[in-house]
């Protein structure tokens, strides 16, 4: 059983490591073509950070911005599920649950579903989620004001950065085979499309069609 | 530019609107095995695809360039347990100085 000291700690300590990648998200985004404005509204508005990447990454491919907000929306549908699990345990009336529900992300998350206690669950929702809120968007700023003296995203290799970032945000859900295929199928279907389709659908439309093997092809023994 | 503004506000409505339903609609609503699927899925398709439309497509084709080698690059860090923040600066700095080469 964990203390209350210890659930503040490592939420504390994966706020920081969380946080300070907003620098990346910062300084990709406004050299993207999004001013610092529109970066730190997103950061602080949208606060879930693989869609945000995802956004840029579509606007910087040259892609329609409502395509790039409608994938990255359905990036975020997990969160759905995050608060799903997390309703029980954090135990909230109505306000509360609008209060709380901006800091609904992947950490804040794995940092409460695990707790045995509906006060440690809280914990480390709370401290998770509004480190990272803070830190996130402080560090968000400082990388735009950076970005925007940058201009060019091939300068300094910031679009390789972009590709990076995503293949960190996947990396961890890699665990089986099945997920593994499902991811290459939607790459390669991405890829076929990006000379035959408008920048930003081959995203959504390979994706969409990765889903749809995985939803199909039901591996016997789950690895 | 308004429309990226426009994408801004769809973006804002549609990721809180799932953060609050996650919280508030009873859970029998969404807990069939096959949503659960999906919602383990989607993220995984939409990431492979992401990937690789990042670090290969240009202006409508696809392109082989230092972007692949920082992909590899940020590959090997992450099977090496490294962070998502160097993993993320080596990746940028393979391909920058590829690039000055």
Known sequence: MSTDRSVIVDSLGVGLATGAYGVSFGAISA?????????????????????????????????????????????????????????????LKGSQRLASAHFVIDESTAMAVTRETTRQTRLGFYWTGISIFVLWNLMTFVGALAGAKIGDPQTYGLDAAVGAAFLGLLWPRLTSWHARLVALFGAAVAMGLVPLTAAGLPIILGGGAAVVLGMLWRPKVSA | MTSLWVGIAIMIVGCFALKYAGLSVPERV?????????????????????????VFAHDGSLRIDARLLGLVVAAVLLTLRVPFLPVVFAAALVAALVRMG
């Open chain 2, 30 to 54: 969404l807990n069939h095995p096959a949503t659960v699927r999906a919602a383990d899925l989607i993220p995984v398709a939409l990431l492979g695809a992401l990937i690789a439309v990042q």
């Open chain 1, 31 to 91: 050299a993207s073509g999004l001013d610092v404005l529109q970066t730190c509204v997103l950061s602080l508005l949208v606060f879930t950070g693989a869609s945000q990447f995802a956004f840029i990454g579509i606007i910087a491919s040259g892609g329609n911005p409502v395509t790039g907000a409608l994938t990255a929306v359905l990036l975020g549908s997990r969160n759905l599920f995050y608060g799903l699990s997390l309703a029980q345990k954090l135990d």
